[in-house]
T-cell receptor, first 113, second 119 residues
Framework: EPEVTQTPSHQVTQMGQEVILRCVPISNHLYFYWYRQILGQKVEFLVSFYNNEISEKSEIFDDQFSVERPDGSNFTLKIRSTKLEDSAMYFC???????????FGPGTRLLVL | AQKITQTQPGMFVQEKEAVTLDCTYDTSDQSYGLFWYKQPSSGEMIFLIYQGSYDEQNATEGRYSLNFQKARKSANLVISASQLGDSAMYFCAMRQRRLTQGGSEKLVFGKGTKLTVNP
């Protein structure tokens, strides 16, 4: 069964460093998302991406964040200068089309020291 | 703005019994979708079940069913014949449609309910 994959599973970085989180969505899906979940809290929407551009972003998704689909299979989230409060689990999700479910990857646990 | 409320921070159930996890929602949209996801301790988010606002039948997927009461704005998850592997966090979510290009349809999540299945 096709699934969303994410790498790395864990990332530890120093405050101020750039990180790139990688995702491979399900191959025929058209809509892509990033969410984050701070430890013990609910899942929060960051950004959605369709047809090679951002279709919606939350107030969390400020200028430090960017997304890219560089090669038709990978979908990346870049945080330019990480802050302590960026420590969270980051989930990538994809959706085929229509009112279907979003399928989540296993997440990348980011720890900023 | 759309909102999902899960009022049960934790629930306990005996193995093989049924359990209902509550979810209420608030929206002004006529067309919307409701989802349940399971998050085991390993952290991944597993899609369980979906209910569209125009679906006349309650959704079912194996041991999972969704008790959809539109007038009450509730979408409770029922797990029948609980198993030890059902112990996890359960999140209710609503699709929020954005009627611009791309039809974002981001998900808005509740705070979750931690289910513990006792042997």
């Amino acid at each position: 069964e096709p699934e969303v994959t994410q790498t790395p599973s864990h990332q530890v970085t120093q405050m101020g460093q750039e990180v790139i989180l990688r995702c491979v969505p399900i191959s025929n899906h058209l809509y892509f998302y990033w969410y984050r979940q701070i430890l013990g809290q609910k899942v929060e929407f960051l950004v959605s991406f369709y047809n090679n551009e951002i279709s919606e972003k939350s107030e969390i998704f400020d200028d430090q964040f960017s997304v890219e689909r560089p090669d038709g299979s990978n979908f990346t989230l870049k945080i330019r200068s990480t802050k302590l409060e960026d420590s969270a689990m980051y989930f990538c999700a994809s959706r085929l089309t229509g009112p279907g479910a979003q399928y989540f990857g296993p997440g990348t646990r980011l720890l900023v020291l | 703005a759309q909102k999902i409320t899960q009022t049960q921070p934790g629930m306990f159930v005996q193995e093989k019994e049924a359990v209902t996890l509550d979810c209420t929602y608030d929206t002004s949209d006529q067309s919307y979708g409701l989802f349940w996801y399971k998050q085991p301790s390993s952290g991944e988010m597993i899609f369980l079940i979906y209910q569209g606002s125009y679906d006349e039948q309650n959704a079912t997927e194996g041991r999972y069913s969704l008790n959809f009461q539109k007038a009450r704005k509730s979408a409770n998850l029922v797990i029948s014949a609980s198993q030890l592997g059902d112990s996890a966090m359960y999140f209710c979510a609503m699709r929020q449609r954005r009627l611009t290009q791309g039809g974002s349809e981001k998900l808005v999540f509740g705070k979750g309910t931690k289910l513990t299945v006792n042997p």
